[in-house]
Each structure stands twice: as C-alpha cells, then as structure tokens.
Nanobody, 124 residues
Framework: EVQLVESGGGLVQAGGSLRLSCVAS????????IGWFRQAPGKEREGVSC????????YYEDFVKGRFTISRDNVKKTVYLQMNNLKPADTAVYYC?????????????????WGQGTQVTVSS
C-alpha cells in the first residue's frame, strides 16, 4: 500500500519552532519529488515547499523563505520540514505529497499521493 504519514505538528507560540516529518512506504521514495502543502480553515490549500529526488532542487514559497527548511533522507524514506520563527498565519493542517521526479514546484494538481495531514497551531 502506497502511504505517506505526517507527524510533528502541535501547538506552539509565535516565534517558536516545529519539525514536521513525512514518512513514506509502499513506493520508490527516492524517485519522487516530495512537497509540503497547508490548508488553513476557510482557505484554499496552498503549496509551501518541495524537494527533488536527490535534494538538488528545492523550492520555497515566498511566505516561508528564510524561516522553513525542507530536507530528505532517502534511506529513512522521510522528508522533513523545519519551521522556525512561526507566525499565527502559519496555523494550518500541513500535508506532504508525492509527485513525479520532474516536478519542481508545489502545485497540488501535480501530486498524486497525499498524507492525512498534521495540525500546526501557532498562538500569538
């Protein structure tokens, strides 16, 4: 069974940090781009970041540049999203998703396998 499982969400104060993990199983993880997305209540899902198979291509949306860092460990089949200097506007359910290796941006329609999400709440 192809599966992605996110973890690491929680409640944190503004300015704090969290590290999200996305663990894959059931497919060739090292042949896929992995992206992070988020959806806040009442808002559309939006891309956050993505990382290519060998981590040579990394993309961040402007609103997380300088604060979030994406990385991957292909041996552990895991992608991480280190989130620093969190803001209340970062409050959302965060999802990881897998896309073909040529994908270099987090456009949701290009991603075919999704995790169940993990809640991140940032208090002011």
């Amino acid at each position: 069974e192809v599966q992605l499982v996110e973890s690491g969400g929680g409640l944190v104060q503004a300015g704090g940090s969290l590290r999200l993990s996305c663990v894959a199983s059931g497919f060739d993880f090292d042949r896929l781009t992995i992206g992070w997305f988020r959806q806040a209540p009442g808002k559309e899902r939006e891309g956050v970041s993505c990382i290519s198979t060998s981590a040579d291509k990394i993309y961040y949306e402007d609103f997380v540049k300088g604060r979030f860092t994406i990385s991957r460990d292909n041996v552990k089949k895991t992608v991480y999203l280190q989130m620093n200097n969190l803001k209340p506007a970062d409050t959302a359910v965060y999802y990881c998703a897998a896309a073909p290796s040529l994908t270099v941006v987090p456009i949701a329609e290009w991603y075919h396998t999704w995790g169940q999400g993990t809640q991140v709440t940032v208090s002011s």
